[in-house]
């Protein structure tokens, strides 16, 4: 099994000009992309935000995610990295805090051709290359729009009281607690969700803890899907147009029909990528990240909640 680390190459702009944060580890003395290996149960996403504050005391919501680095380690084992590109706000700059330790000594704000210069291992340049080919493309500022199927419910044969009704498993009020930092990492403002028990139950720990705001639609159920694609397609388009980060949060048949209409947004090579998606499992998600530099949203890359 390789060693999984994660991180992202946080990024701004001064005066237009394309600006990215490296770190000098002391105990190594090099310079580098701050990242981290994963804690016990942690998810990947998960795992970046957290090494991305203790490294730079920068708290940062993951935008597109730029590489999947490869290489040995000295001791023979397999090292996987993910990064994600993480804009850097003007507000979340006033509010950092970043204190030196024996791990990370100092960080500067570099240019890009600085940092080619400054960077100490040559497979570091695979993710800036794609950050710096989503800048040039006005693809790189992007916005979530996460489809979730929800957390593991009451099997449909044991439960009579109507599906409207039917609640989440023990394992399913797990999940929906277990959701709630993966879901953070990429920072939706807002949850627009069937109506429904299931649904509901599998948000809430979110909307509570991030004091997100729910939006509750019957388009999203099972039985307004069916009965009013057009609808739901409606509101899918709603949610998008609305240019705010967002969940989507519906049921296992009314899934394809919220993603066909997400689908709209995307080129041929990505509508590809989407037709070869596999059906979701409760308590899982995709990513669609859209370009906000575009006059029309634009998906400019997909994540899988277990990637």
Same mark, same amino acid.
């Given at each position: 099994?390789?060693?999984?680390?994660?991180?992202?190459?946080?990024?701004?702009?001064?005066?237009?000009?394309?600006?990215?944060?490296?770190?000098?580890?002391?105990?190594?003395?090099?310079?580098?992309?701050?990242?981290?290996?994963?804690?016990?149960?942690?998810?990947?996403?998960?795992?970046?935000?957290?090494?991305?504050?203790?490294?730079?005391?920068? +708290?940062?919501?993951?935008? #597109?995610?730029?590489? $999947? !680095?490869?290489? /040995?380690?000295?001791?023979?084992? @397999?090292? &996987?990295?993910?990064?994600?590109?993480?804009?850097?706000?003007?507000?979340?700059?006033?509010?950092?805090?970043?204190?030196?330790?024996?791990?990370?000594?100092?960080?500067?704000?570099?240019?890009?051709?600085?940092?080619?210069?400054?960077?100490?291992?040559?497979?570091?340049?695979?993710?800036?290359?794609?950050?710096?080919?989503?800048?040039?493309?006005?693809?790189?500022?992007?916005?979530?729009?996460?489809?979730?199927?929800?957390?593991?419910?009451?099997?449909?044969?044991?439960?009579?009281?109507?599906?409207?009704?039917?609640?989440?498993?023990?394992?399913?009020?797990?999940?929906?607690?277990?959701?709630?930092?993966?879901?953070?990492?990429?920072?939706?403002?807002?949850?627009?969700?069937?109506?429904?028990? +299931?649904?509901?139950?599998? #948000?809430?720990?979110? $909307? !509570?803890?991030? /004091?997100?705001?729910?939006?509750? @639609?019957? &388009?999203?159920?099972?039985?307004?899907?069916?009965?009013?694609?057009?609808?739901?397609?409606?509101?899918?388009?709603?949610?998008?147009?609305?240019?705010?980060?967002?969940?989507?949060?519906?049921?296992?048949?009314?899934?394809?029909?919220?993603?066909?209409?997400?689908?709209?947004?995307?080129?041929?090579?990505?509508?590809?990528?989407?037709?070869?998606?596999?059906?979701?499992?409760?308590?899982?998600?995709?990513?669609?990240?859209?370009?906000?530099?575009?006059?029309?949203?634009?998906?400019?890359?997909?994540?899988?909640?277990?990637?």
């Amino acid at each position: 099994m390789p060693v999984v680390a994660a991180g992202a190459i946080l990024w701004r702009k001064e005066k237009g000009e394309l600006k990215v944060l490296m770190i000098h580890r002391t105990r190594y003395d090099d310079w580098s992309w701050p990242k981290g290996k994963l804690d016990k149960d942690e998810k990947i996403a998960e795992a970046a935000v957290r090494e991305l504050h203790e490294e730079t005391g920068l +708290r940062v919501s993951l935008g #597109v995610k730029l590489f $999947v !680095s490869e290489y /040995k380690l000295d001791n023979g084992r @397999r090292k &996987e990295v993910h990064y994600w590109a993480a804009e850097v706000s003007d507000a979340a700059l006033k509010k950092q805090n970043f204190v030196p330790d024996e791990e990370v000594g100092s960080f500067e704000w570099l240019s890009v051709p600085e940092a080619k210069k400054r960077m100490t291992y040559k497979h570091d340049n695979d993710p800036l290359k794609e950050l710096v080919r989503l800048d040039e493309a006005n693809e790189l500022k992007t916005r979530p729009i996460i489809v979730l199927r929800h957390a593991k419910a009451t099997p449909r044969d044991e439960w009579s009281k109507g599906e409207a009704t039917r609640p989440l498993l023990p394992a399913g009020d797990v999940q929906a607690v277990a959701l709630t930092n993966v879901l953070a990492a990429y920072g939706p403002k807002f949850v627009v969700t069937s109506g429904w028990k +299931r649904c509901l139950d599998t #948000v809430i720990p979110y $909307v !509570s803890k991030r /004091k997100a705001k729910l939006i509750k @639609r019957s &388009e999203f159920t099972e039985l307004g899907a069916k009965n009013g694609p057009r609808r739901t397609h409606k509101l899918v388009h709603k949610v998008v147009l609305g240019g705010e980060s967002a969940v989507i949060c519906s049921h296992r048949p009314a899934l394809p029909t919220v993603i066909e209409a997400l689908s709209e947004y995307g080129s041929k090579s990505v509508c590809k990528e989407i037709d070869a998606l596999e059906p979701l499992k409760p308590a899982e998600f995709y990513v669609f990240h859209l370009a906000q530099g575009k006059s029309k949203p634009k998906i400019v890359g997909i994540e899988y909640s277990e990637d």
